[in-house]
């Protein structure tokens, strides 16, 4: 059941991945983006083959690389979210929030974050785990900013102002990080409350079966 599981989250992403290369309008930069989401998709499969993680993780990994693939194919900075909030509620997000930017690069830094924090947690043990993994996070973080920064050195000016989404914010590597942290952080408070609900349930559960019969 698992593997079937993992296969049609595959094959839903496959899907979406497949979309976004319709018509591409910046292919050159899409392909830059995607080199890590080839990585990422190995690893990903090796992992499976050699250790069964929850569905969960498996999920929270796949909506991440969606995400990414939804910003590669207009390089982050030109995703045109407006046009998608004003068809359907007659105004743009932009507009509504007060932003001069588009902030879809954001919302992918925070979504790594809230996604690979919980994943993360999910191999370690003992009480600095969750400390641990808010730390992997930020470091992972850390670590693709100076990548997206050596990838940029090799770039013409314009070409890598384009590939870092940067929108002319010298800022931009470290609001990325901080909003990367805060997912974590969020991430993995959410699944040790969950954790903890599910083993009171357990142990509420386990109590109530070892009562006696009348």
Same mark, same amino acid.
């Given at each position: 059941?698992?593997d ?5 989250a595959?094959?839903?992403f496959g899907g979406?991945l ?6 591409p309008p ?7 983006h995607?080199s ?14 050699r250790?069964r993680?929850?569905?969960s993780s498996?999920a929270?990994?796949l909506i ?10 207009w390089m982050?900075?030109?995703v ?6 004003r ?7 932009s507009e ?5 930017r588009?902030?879809?690069?954001r919302?992918v830094h925070?979504?790594?974050? *809230? ?5 993360v &947690? +999910?191999?370690l043990r003992? /009480? !600095?785990a969750p400390?641990i %993994? ?8 850390a670590l693709?900013?100076l ?7 090799t770039?013409?000016?314009?070409d890598?102002?384009a590939?870092?989404?940067q ?6 590597a470290h609001?990325d990080?901080? *909003?990367a942290?805060a997912?974590?952080? &969020? +991430?993995?408070?959410?699944? /040790? !409350?969950w954790q903890?609900r %599910? ?10 079966s070892s009562?006696?019969?009348?």
């Amino acid at each position: 059941m698992d593997d079937r599981r993992f296969r049609w989250a595959l094959g839903v992403f496959g899907g979406l991945l497949a979309v976004t290369w319709w018509r591409p309008p910046f292919p050159a930069e899409q392909a830059m983006h995607h080199s890590l989401t080839v990585a990422g998709l190995v690893v990903l499969i090796l992992v499976h083959r050699r250790r069964r993680l929850p569905f969960s993780s498996y999920a929270l990994i796949l909506i991440f690389l969606g995400l990414h693939s939804v910003a590669a194919r207009w390089m982050y900075s030109f995703v045109p979210y407006d046009d998608w909030t004003r068809a359907l509620f007659g105004t743009s997000l932009s507009e509504a929030a007060g932003w001069e930017r588009n902030h879809f690069d954001r919302l992918v830094h925070l979504a790594y974050g *809230l996604c690979f924090g919980p994943v993360v &947690l +999910g191999f370690l043990r003992g /009480r !600095w785990a969750p400390l641990i %993994a808010v730390e992997v996070v930020l470091s992972t973080s850390a670590l693709y900013e100076l990548f997206e920064w050596g990838i940029a050195l090799t770039l013409a000016p314009a070409d890598a102002e384009a590939y870092n989404g940067q929108q002319g914010d010298m800022w931009d590597a470290h609001k990325d990080m901080a *909003l990367a942290t805060a997912g974590a952080v &969020l +991430g993995v408070l959410v699944t /040790r !409350w969950w954790q903890r609900r %599910a083993d009171l349930a357990s142990v509420c559960s386990d109590e109530a079966s070892s009562k006696p019969a009348g």
